[in-house]
Structure formats: structure tokens, C-alpha cells
């Protein structure tokens, strides 16, 4: 007994040395009452990964970073994209994919690879090109004050063949777990699953394929494993052959983690990238569909065992609308399913907002939206998204070229929208909105003075309820209707951190 009291006394007298504090009365019971909320600091590191670009040897394809200034973080930092395969090299000046110059040495003498993107300081975007069906996909890493809200977009042109017109991606943080509603393996379309593994372990990863009538029968997509600092890309027909109009894709992770991203090129209607939709929801928002969209299919689906019933809302600019014919929505538990809702924005910019009729069942949904007519139609995609949050950005954007769609699909809501310099000069210009509760908004934004080149956009939230928005980018040539949407979620530039006190009352029990 009087050993153990001495050896408590001992060890309370050495923390207290070292902590220059020792709490030796009894615990106060109100601290919760009195707790200090977590401190919401910026991120110090941010991982992307960029998708390769293009099989076509027509592809014209522009990389633009930017970081948006955040206060509180210290002035040194740096960010770089390089390739995914061990080795290479991608080019910013179009030579098909392959470096121009020599590459860097290291201390040792052996070569170091040079980064094909590489930003000089948050507040400024910085772009760089390539050209060809070489071009590899890419790793990305910013550190310091490059990290918070570190944003990377690639845009691609492709002048003929399947998968025509723009394509645009956000190049994504690595994850364990993604949801693609909205692909498919029907005649005509040819979809790919991009995979890139930024670690330096193999991941090895499950793709899984559910079609109208639930899950399709394959065992090509369990267990692919993804080398380290690599990316793979597999066509879906080649796991499946069973063709399916409407397809939700799963990528689950068994270990390490990727990047994942589906191509969707059709032989009709051109192509875009089909990112991952935010995760199992009751209710869902689907920011931005274009008002000159001529044909929009919403595709849906429910991981668990339970079906969903969905109201279907169109938030207009004057407020929610019901498409006709189309006021719910049945989705069978773990299949997936397409609704052709038309020509719903009719002139008007729009997004869907769905909500659970009864009991909220969690659903993955995307759109699949049209543009054009005849030869010169182009489609792209629309997930569900979630809210702006504090911040988020838009890396890509040209004059006369750019459209961002703001919806409040409750409460009012103000924003604030800053456009950065210019790459090759300008200067920065702000403006600040108020979103009407149930409408959504084209809004004019604001354009860098004396523009010179691409640009960013951030937008912030505020005050009021949340706010979901997205970017379309239209092509350069006016005469055809390519066009690409990002959504834009939080960039989650912060992060939340508790804060922590010293208390060596656990001493004494």
C-alpha cells in the first residue's frame, strides 16, 4: 500500500515537472458545460490526382491550378504535379505527353523527375498543356500555405471520334469508397474506370456494376490490384457483358486507396468525365443543369435493402417547380434506375433537388444533360453534390466562355464570388449574391480586369442556409455545342482540431 501511494506521489510530482501543471483535487463535473469548441485550422498537406486524359491523338488538353489565399497560414508552402508511371515525364507544351528539356538532378546525382505543373503562390493561377493520346495521368501534392483549397482542373478537346468535343475533370483527392450513377455499357457508349493509386504500397480495389435488374455477375473487377505511383484504366464492357442503358459503378477499396473517375464517350453525343456523386443521401442536389440542355436523364440508385421514394423538384429562378409526369420517383433497393425527364429546364436555369416522400432511404443519383441538335450534339454530367460550405473553387475558366449556377434549395442564402488574375495578367474583382430559398441562379460573375489568359473562381458562403453551385465551361468552337459542368463542393481547405488540456486527474482514480 504505502509502496503504490508512494509511486502515484512519484509519478504525479514528474508530470508535473514536465507539464509545470498538476490538478490534485477532485475532477470538476461542469467542464462540459464550459468545453472549448475545436479550432478549424488549414490543412497542410492535399493530395489530387488527375485521370489520363485522352486516348485520342486529336486531344488538345489544359491543366490550371490554383490555390485561393487563406488567412492564417504561413507564407512558405509549394505544390507540383507529376506523372503517375515511374519515370515519365508529361509535357506543358504538346509533344504528345513526352517532357521537353532535361529533368532535374538530386544530391545523389540520379535524375528527378520534373514536375509537369508547378504553381509559384497561392492567389494565382498557373496553367501549363499538352497534346496527344500520351499523356499519363498525374499525381499531385501541395504542402503549406499551396494546400488549403488546393484546386486542379483538366480540360480536354477532342476535334473528332467517339468521345468529341470538351471534357472536363477536377483531378480528386484519393478515397476508399466511390459511387458513379449515370455510366453504361449500352451500344455506342464506350466507359472507362480510371483508377490511380498515389502511395507507395499497392491498393487493390473492387468494382462492382449494377444495372435495372440489380447487380451484374463478374469476377474481372474483384481484386484489381493498382501498382504503386501508377493508374489503371479499365472499359466496362470488358467486365459486363451485358449492355445496360443506365449503369451505377462502385469502387471500394480492400486496402491502400485511389483516385477513381469514369470516362463516358459516346459515339453520338461526344463525352465527358462522369465524377464520383456525393455519398448515399436522403436528399440530394443536383446544382447547375444548363438551361439550353435539350435532353436531361436522371439516373438513380440505392445501396441498401430498402427502396426509396423520391419527390422530384425542379429549383427554378422563380422557385421550385414539378416536372410534369415526373413528380416521384421509385428506386428498387440495389437497382438502378433511368428517368428521361426531356427538355425540364425549358430555357431556364434549373437544378433537381430530390427529397425522400416518406421514410429517407440514403441514393446515389447523377444527370446525364444533352446540348445541341442533330451532329451537333454534346453531353456531359451533373452528380449530386454537396454544399458550397465555407469555400470552393473553380480552377478553369474563360472569357465569355464560363457560366456558374448557384441554388439555395432552402433557406435564402448570400455568397461571395472572387475571380483571380488572370494567368498571363489582370487583376482580381469581387462580387456578392443573394440566392433566393428554393431557386437557383446563373449569376453574371465577375470577370478579371484586363484579363490575360485562364482564371479561377471562389466562391464562399456568407450567411443564410447552404448554398450548392456548378461551372459550365463551353468549348471553343461556337459553331458546336461541347460544354462541360463541375460541381463545387467544399474544398475542405480547413479542418476541425480539438483543442486539448492538461488534466492529471486520472491520478487519482
Not at 535524375?111 to 499538352?130: M, R, S
Not at 490490384?225 to 449492355?243: K, N, Q, R
Not at 415526373?326 to 431556364?348: F, I, N, P, Q, S
Not at 461556337?478 to 486527474?505: H, I, K, M, Y
Request: aromatic residues 2%; glycine residues 12%.
Amino acid at each position: 500500500m504505502k509502496r503504490t501511494t508512494l509511486s502515484l506521489i512519484a509519478c504525479a510530482t514528474a508530470l508535473a515537472a514536465v507539464t509545470g501543471f498538476a490538478m490534485v483535487s477532485a475532477p470538476d463535473t461542469s467542464g462540459a458545460a464550459t468545453a472549448t469548441p475545436a479550432a478549424r485550422l488549414p490543412v497542410e498537406r492535399t493530395s489530387l490526382l488527375c485521370p489520363a486524359p485522352s486516348t485520342s491523338d486529336l486531344a488538345e488538353t489544359a491543366y490550371t491550378s490554383f490555390t485561393p489565399v487563406t488567412e492564417g497560414v504561413e507564407e512558405k508552402g509549394s505544390a507540383g504535379l507529376t506523372t503517375a508511371e515511374p519515370g515519365g515525364a508529361a509535357d506543358d507544351g504538346g509533344d504528345g505527353g513526352k517532357s521537353e528539356g532535361k529533368d532535374d538532378k538530386d544530391d545523389k546525382g540520379d535524375e528527378k523527375e520534373k514536375p509537369v505543373l508547378e504553381p509559384e503562390k497561392p492567389g494565382e493561377p498557373v496553367a501549363g498543356k499538352t497534346s496527344g493520346s500520351e499523356a499519363p495521368a498525374l499525381i499531385g501534392t501541395a504542402e503549406g500555405s499551396h494546400a488549403p483549397g488546393w484546386t486542379v482542373q483538366q480540360s480536354t478537346e477532342v476535334a473528332a471520334g467517339t468521345g468529341r468535343g470538351l471534357q472536363g475533370v477536377n483531378c480528386a483527392a484519393p478515397d476508399t469508397e466511390f459511387w458513379f450513377p449515370g455510366a453504361s455499357t449500352s451500344s455506342g457508349r464506350t466507359d472507362y474506370v480510371h483508377l490511380t493509386n498515389p502511395d507507395d504500397s499497392a491498393a487493390v480495389v473492387d468494382i462492382e456494376l449494377y444495372g435495372k435488374d440489380g447487380a451484374l455477375k463478374s469476377t474481372v473487377g474483384e481484386g484489381v490490384t493498382v501498382p504503386p505511383h501508377a493508374s489503371e484504366s479499365l472499359l466496362l464492357s470488358t467486365l459486363s457483358d451485358v449492355e445496360e442503358t443506365d449503369l451505377t459503378v462502385h469502387v471500394g477499396v480492400r486496402s491502400g486507396r485511389v483516385g477513381a473517375a469514369v470516362q463516358a464517350l459516346d459515339d453520338k453525343t461526344g463525352g465527358d468525365w462522369l465524377t464520383a456523386a456525393a455519398d448515399p443521401a436522403g436528399e440530394l442536389v443536383l446544382p447547375g443543369i444548363p438551361k439550353d440542355a435539350t435532353a436531361v436523364r436522371l439516373v438513380l440508385f440505392t445501396p441498401g435493402g430498402t427502396d426509396a421514394d423520391l419527390k422530384v423538384r425542379l429549383a427554378s429562378p422563380s422557385g421550385p417547380i414539378t416536372p410534369a409526369g415526373h413528380e416521384t420517383v421509385h428506386v428498387k433497393a440495389g437497382m438502378t434506375t433511368g428517368v428521361d425527364l426531356g427538355e425540364v429546364t425549358r430555357g431556364e436555369a434549373g437544378s433537381l433537388v430530390l427529397t425522400p416522400t416518406g421514410q429517407s432511404v440514403p441514393v446515389v443519383a447523377a444527370v446525364r444533360v444533352v446540348r445541341g441538335k442533330g451532329g451537333e450534339q454534346e453531353s456531359a454530367f451533373v452528380p449530386a453534390s454537396d454544399p458550397v460550405g465555407a469555400r470552393a473553387t473553380a480552377a478553369d475558366n474563360r472569357a465569355k466562355r464560363t457560366t456558374l449556377s448557384l441554388v439555395a434549395p432552402g433557406k435564402d442564402a448570400k455568397v461571395k464570388v472572387t475571380a483571380s488574375a488572370g494567368t498571363e495578367g489582370g487583376t482580381t474583382a469581387t462580387k456578392t449574391y443573394t440566392v433566393k430559398g428554393g431557386t437557383t441562379q446563373d449569376v453574371d460573375a465577375p470577370v478579371p480586369a484586363g484579363l490575360k489568359g485562364i482564371y479561377a473562381l471562389t466562391v464562399e458562403t456568407v450567411s443564410g442556409g447552404p448554398v450548392h453551385a456548378s461551372r459550365t465551361l463551353t468549348g471553343s468552337d461556337e459553331d458546336v455545342a461541347s460544354f462541360t459542368v463541375q460541381t463545387l463542393p467544399d474544398d475542405r481547405g480547413t479542418v476541425s482540431v480539438p483543442r486539448a488540456d492538461e488534466d492529471l486527474s486520472v491520478l487519482q482514480r
